[in-house]
């Protein structure tokens, strides 16, 4: 078991903790407890928040949605039908990208069945002026290019022959990059599929894919505290 504690600060206050399924109701019920309590928790398809006597609030975005549960706002603490969701076994695709690197995978229960990583040479900007800069901006162009090129390739390749059994594909790392490869013909429609939320990954490398991997099963918690 390899427990998950990324922690992100939220912009207006507040901090986005990454919650293992298996971790989920305890760490809402300590939230609740050093609250005051929960009042309240209202449940849609797509988001579960919990509402604190004190007014913090815990909030969830489904991954996986819908959550085939009756919406509407229950008393008190009301989040075993998000668990069940969430412990359902799921087969995902994984497309980490970041310029000059990629790792494409399919996972299940968050271990990585197959995969493919590779990296393409882009140098990094220069500081030289005129026309030096220029063939430079030119040749790192063509390398990104390049780069982008070998990732989509890779993309196409991994998932696309078992696009029908995947729940979802999951993406990490560069926006840019991902942008790129979305605007491909042959992934467009499934990238359509991707989850919101886009995992912050280091240098795509196998290692990282097993851990994004593990990620994939894990809800964001997003924290508010009492309002001041």
Do not use: N, W
Not at 20 to 41: I, Q, V
Not at 177 to 194: H, S, V
């Amino acid at each position: 078991m390899h427990a998950v504690s990324r922690i992100r600060e939220l912009a207006g206050g507040g901090r986005a903790v990454e919650v293992e399924p298996e971790r989920l109701a305890g760490f809402l019920e300590r939230f609740a407890a050093g609250h005051g309590g929960a009042l309240t928790t209202t449940v849609t398809p797509q988001r579960v928040k919990v509402a604190a006597a004190d007014g913090a609030t815990a909030s969830i975005l489904v991954p996986f949605a819908p959550l085939a549960a009756p919406g509407g706002q229950r008393t008190g603490l009301a989040a075993e039908e998000l668990v069940d969701h969430l412990m359902v076994p799921r087969t995902v695709g994984l497309l980490l990208v970041r310029l000059g690197g990629y790792s494409v995978g399919i996972a299940r229960a968050g271990v990585v069945l197959t995969s493919s990583t590779g990296s393409r040479l882009v140098h990094g900007r220069s500081a030289a002026g005129g026309r030096s800069q220029q063939r430079f901006a030119r040749r790192r162009e063509g390398q990104a290019r390049v780069a982008l090129r070998a990732a989509a390739d890779t993309a196409a390749r991994v998932l696309l022959p078992r696009a029908g059994e995947l729940a979802a594909v999951v993406l990490g790392g560069d926006a840019a990059a991902l942008r790129t490869l979305a605007a491909d013909p042959r992934l467009a429609a499934l990238l359509e599929r991707a989850e919101p939320r886009v995992l912050e990954v280091a240098e795509p490398r196998c290692a990282v894919l097993d851990e994004a991997a593990r990620r994939v099963r894990c809800v964001e918690v997003q924290l508010e505290p009492p309002p001041a």
